[in-house]
């Protein structure tokens, strides 16, 4: 049972343009989410956080979205820049337990283009 | 380098054999985690440790994983006579104590690419 679930395998737009990653999940448990950033033969690379008590949160050229009632998350990034390029996983956790282990998605290959 | 380290980046080994991997957490860090990433999926929990204690163990990790963290520093992790699904990348990850980006906010090592011929 997938409880997180990227369903957009794939991803290209231009730089300069907006990129968008979207995120399901389906437990009401999870309270707090994450985006991960992932290079080949790397390990995945902490991108952005956002708490289930707000609705959105800004980093630079990164801001995630968070809408509780449809269980579902986006990733934003503008301008998009080649550099960019990589497998953006989604992940999830219920802060309920002391554990911190996160549940992600299959991930997204985002491809900006020059 | 201040990173999770891990040891050694690619392993094949014939079904059967015993493997063991070694990851070096950063110093500062308690928690020391397990994932396993099989080709399209996402990273899975396997086992998180709070210091040298092994805290919770996913289904995933059958009675062939085990995994250890002595003196709350670096982890290894065995699996005993491997089989083809065992293929897969596995991840290693630290974070520190506390809530919120702090702790979730894992920081990962290059990973142990194993493959089972």
């Known amino acids: 049972d997938q409880q997180v679930k990227q369903n957009s395998p794939s991803l290209s737009v231009q730089e300069g343009r907006i990129s968008i990653l979207n995120c399901d999940y389906t437990n009401s448990m999870f309270d707090y989410f994450l985006w991960y950033k992932k290079y080949p033969a790397e390990g995945p690379t902490f991108l952005i956080s956002?708490?289930?008590?707000?609705d959105k949160n800004e980093d630079g050229r990164f801001t995630v979205f968070l809408n509780k009632s449809a269980k579902h998350l986006s990733l934003h990034i503008v301008p998009s820049q080649p550099g960019d390029s990589a497998v953006y996983f989604c992940?999830?956790?219920?802060?309920?337990?002391?554990?911190?282990?996160?549940?992600f998605g299959k991930g997204t290959l985002l491809t900006v283009n020059p | 380098d201040t990173g999770v380290s891990q040891d050694p980046r690619h392993k094949i080994t014939k079904r059967g054999q015993n493997v063991t991997f070694r990851c070096d957490p950063i110093s500062e860090h308690n928690r020391l985690y397990w994932y396993r990433q099989t080709l399209g999926q996402g990273p899975e929990f396997l086992t998180y440790f709070q210091n040298e204690a092994q805290l919770e163990k996913s289904r995933l990790l059958s009675d062939r994983f085990s995994a250890e963290r002595p003196k709350g520093s670096f982890s290894t992790l065995e699996i005993q006579r491997t089989e083809q699904g065992d293929s897969a990348m596995y991840l290693c990850?630290?974070?520190?104590?506390?809530?919120?980006?702090?702790?979730?906010?894992?920081?990962f090592g290059s990973g142990t690419r194993l493959t089972v011929v």
């Open positions: 990850a630290s974070s520190v104590p506390g809530q919120g980006r702090g702790a979730y906010g894992y920081t």
């Open positions: 992940a999830a956790s219920d802060s309920g337990g002391s554990n911190y282990k996160l549940t």
């Open positions: 956002i708490s289930s008590i707000k």
